[in-house]
């Protein structure tokens, strides 16, 4: 656990608040992550809500499951699983504003009797053992300083049986060129996110931790038209981002996270990373 880190995370979703609200966040779901389209999709809010839903169809969520919603953001994911399935939801974040904007959602939505949000490191968690039946972690795990102990930590923390589901970024290799990996990096520092991991690590750190059933599916053409969407947004409103931070209206966190959101969909165009669904088991 780096504290330092952790901090800068804190920081950078304290700083983005507005940013999300105003550009990002659906009528229907506060979503701190992408959206999947398919044909039954009309629109950015669908889509939002669409990527919960495949989800939960890839880690078979059920009646009577008790989640646990690893890096909750503002709480959308959570609330949808509890307004959709007869299920328990415990939600976790870094970030304080996210723990009472998730809470005062919930009670809103009248699901805070089955959902609880608190802050938590998910690398070191104070749950004890084989707590859940399920971990979800949508764009989350991303964030971790080190990948293998966000798996070491689900581990220990999943029944026998229990399931983890994460939807992330992956690397397409390590390492790449020089130019490459600069370009990657351009965008991951502006969102607070140390590194990615190439898929033949993740797997690597799941085997090690002892998961079975490891399974990656790269979903990047669904969720492509939403990556797009940000990069037309940011490029569009570039200049004036500039102008509002030369005046001091915004600091270079909004500003690293402006520029992140354009370099993100270069480095998808220039294959550097992809999106994929990654599931696991516990034997």
């Known amino acids: 656990m780096d504290l330092e880190y952790n901090k800068s995370i804190v920081s950078y979703y304290d700083n983005t608040r507005l940013d999300y609200r105003i550009l990002w ?23 939002l809500l669409n990527l919960n839903k495949v989800l939960a169809l890839k880690s078979c969520v059920k009646d009577g499951d008790i989640i646990l919603d690893a890096g909750c953001g503002q709480g959308g994911s959570s609330i949808w ?16 504003h996210q723990v009472v904007k998730a809470q005062k959602a919930a009670r809103k939505s009248q699901m805070d ?14 749950f004890k053992d084989e707590t859940f039946t399920l971990i979800w972690a949508c764009e989350s795990m991303c964030h971790a300083n080190e990948k293998l102990d966000f798996y070491k930590e689900a581990f220990r923390l999943l029944k026998p049986g229990g399931r983890l589901i994460c939807a992330d970024y992956i690397r397409n290799k390590r390492p790449l060129q020089k130019e490459g990996e600069k370009l990657l990096h351009e965008w991951l520092d502006g969102w607070s996110i140390k ?41 569009k409103l570039l200049r004036f981002g500039q102008f509002l931070k030369g005046i001091g209206l915004r600091n270079s966190i909004n500003h690293g996270n402006h520029v992140g959101s354009i370099k993100q969909f270069e480095a998808l165009e220039n294959k550097l990373w992809y999106y994929g669904l990654l599931s696991l088991k516990k034997a």
């Open 25 to 47: 966040f659906g009528k229907k779901n506060r979503a701190v992550h992408f959206g999947y389209y398919d044909q039954e999709v009309k629109s950015h809010d669908e889509a």
């Open 81 to 96: 699983l509890a307004e959709n399935y007869n299920v328990q939801v415990t939600g976790i974040t870094l970030v304080p």
């Open 113 to 126: 009797d089955r959902i609880s949000f608190s802050e938590q490191d998910y690398t070191n968690t104070n």
């Open 195 to 235: 590194d990615l991991d190439a898929l033949f690590e993740h797997k690597r750190h799941a085997e090690q931790c002892g998961f079975v059933e490891f399974e990656l599916e790269n979903i990047t053409e669904y969720i492509k038209p939403s990556l797009r969407h940000l990069h037309s947004m940011a490029s």
